[in-house]
Every structure is written in structure tokens, then in C-alpha cells.
T-cell receptor, first 113, second 114 residues
Framework: DQQVKQNSPSLSVQEGRISILNCDYTNSMFDYFLWYKKYPAEGPTFLISISSIKDKNEDGRFTVFLNKSAKHLSLHIVPSQPGDSAVYFC????????????FGTGTRLKVLA | DGGITQSPKYLFRKEGQNVTLSCEQNLNHDAMYWYRQDPGQGLRLIYY???????QKGDIAEGYSVSREKKESFPLTVTSAQKNPTAFYLC?????????????FGDGTRLSIL
């Protein structure tokens, strides 16, 4: 049972345009969410996070939006750059029970020059 | 320069052999984790340790073992009991094992069966 889902395995965007990566979750107890970026042959790198008390968090070109009622979060990258081409994972955790992260399957973003 | 070092980058194992993957961190983090990644799947938690001399099973611990004798080291042994060990293994650490702590990852070890 996949509690965190990234339904788009890949996405292509023109340089300078907006990239929107989506993530859905099923467990309403999740209250902290993160996005990671992963280049080939490297480990994931933490990008941005959001807690459930917020609906938006911004860091430079990256903004994460959280819609708790829809159990949906999205990562916006504006403007997209060729160096943003990577696999993006969302992850979720809960303060109740054993602390750990549940990861989505990832979305491969390709930014076209 | 602080970080997490995983070695080796590539590892080959004959069937029936145990093999140990190394993970060392110099970030002074209390918590460490081992994940497995298979094609088309997210990262799945194998084992985690929130403090030295203590560790807990994750979602897919069968066929694996760990130790945490030192704060900076968290080796993972893939035993012969793991029937499908071919995968990409990632080690991570966080400052504490508490809520809201991003995890820092190593560059992974790819294990293949000969």
C-alpha cells in the first residue's frame, strides 16, 4: 500500500518556465513533508520542507504548497533551469508513533534548454 | 568538509555470501538510517538507529543486520537470507531522530549478485 504517491514518473519543461511536481498521500496523520532532489549516481539532497501548520513555504526558486484537505502537496520551480534536471522525491512523516519518513517513487524532471 | 561516506560504490556478491556495506558520517548526527531503492520504487527503510548501541527494524529488515557501536558508523550486512539483494542502498543521517529533521544522504552503494 503506497502511502505517498507521485503519479507522474517524468516531466519535461522548457527552460525559464514553471515546473510543477505533484505528490499525494493517504495517511491523514502525516504532518511534515519534504522534497529531495537526486542526480544520477548520487544520494538525494534535501531541498525544502513544510509542516502541516503551513500551506506554503518558499525558498528562492522553490515553493512547496500543501493542501491538507486534498492530501496533496506540490513543488513549484520558477524559473526552471537545466541544472534542475533530476529525480525529485517527496517524503512524509508523522509525529505520532515511530518517527520515520515514507518516500514517494520519484518524478524525473527534464528541463530543456 | 562534513558528510556521509558510503563504500564501496559498487559491490558484487556471490549467492550464499554475506556482505557488509560501510557508512560513515562526520556530521556529529545522532540518528542514522539505511534505505533500499529498487527501480520504480521509493526509498524503503531497512533499519534505523537514533542513538549509539540502539537500532530498530524498518519496513524491510528481513535478511539484513546492523550495528551501531560508534556514533559515526552504521554498517549494514546483507546476509544470505536476503533472497533478492540486488538494489541500490542508501545511508542517511539526521541531527536527531526527532520530528522535522531532514536527512542527509550518502551517494549510495549498488549491490549486484554474480
Amino acid at each position: 500500500d503506497q502511502q505517498v504517491k507521485q503519479n507522474s514518473p517524468s516531466l519535461s519543461v522548457q527552460e525559464g518556465r514553471i515546473s510543477i511536481l505533484n505528490c499525494d498521500y493517504t495517511n491523514s496523520m502525516f504532518d511534515y513533508f519534504l522534497w529531495y532532489k537526486k542526480y544520477p549516481a548520487e544520494g538525494p539532497t534535501f531541498l525544502i520542507s513544510i509542516s502541516s501548520i503551513k500551506d506554503k513555504n518558499e525558498d528562492g526558486r522553490f515553493t512547496v504548497f500543501l493542501n491538507k484537505s486534498a492530501k496533496h502537496l506540490s513543488l513549484h520551480i520558477v524559473p526552471s533551469q537545466p541544472g534542475d534536471s533530476a529525480v525529485y522525491f517527496c517524503a512524509a512523516s508523522t509525529t505520532s508513533g515511530t518517527y520515520k519518513y515514507i518516500f514517494g517513487t520519484g518524478t524525473r524532471l527534464k528541463v530543456l534548454a | 568538509d562534513g558528510g556521509i561516506t558510503q563504500s564501496p560504490k559498487y559491490l558484487f556478491r556471490k549467492e550464499g555470501q554475506n556482505v557488509t556495506l560501510s557508512c560513515e558520517q562526520n556530521l556529529n548526527h545522532d540518528a542514522m538510517y539505511w534505505y533500499r531503492q529498487d527501480p520504480g520504487q521509493g526509498l524503503r527503510l531497512i533499519y534505523y538507529s537514533q542513538i549509539v548501541n540502539d537500532f530498530q527494524k524498518g519496513d524491510i529488515a528481513e535478511g539484513y543486520s546492523v550495528s551501531r557501536e560508534k556514533k559515526e558508523s552504521f554498517p549494514l550486512t546483507v546476509t544470505s537470507a536476503q533472497k533478492n539483494p540486488t538494489a541500490f542502498y542508501l545511508c542517511a543521517s539526521s541531527l536527531t531522530g526527532g520530528w522535522g529533521q531532514p536527512q542527509h544522504f550518502g551517494d549510495g552503494t549498488r549491490l549486484s549478485i554474480l
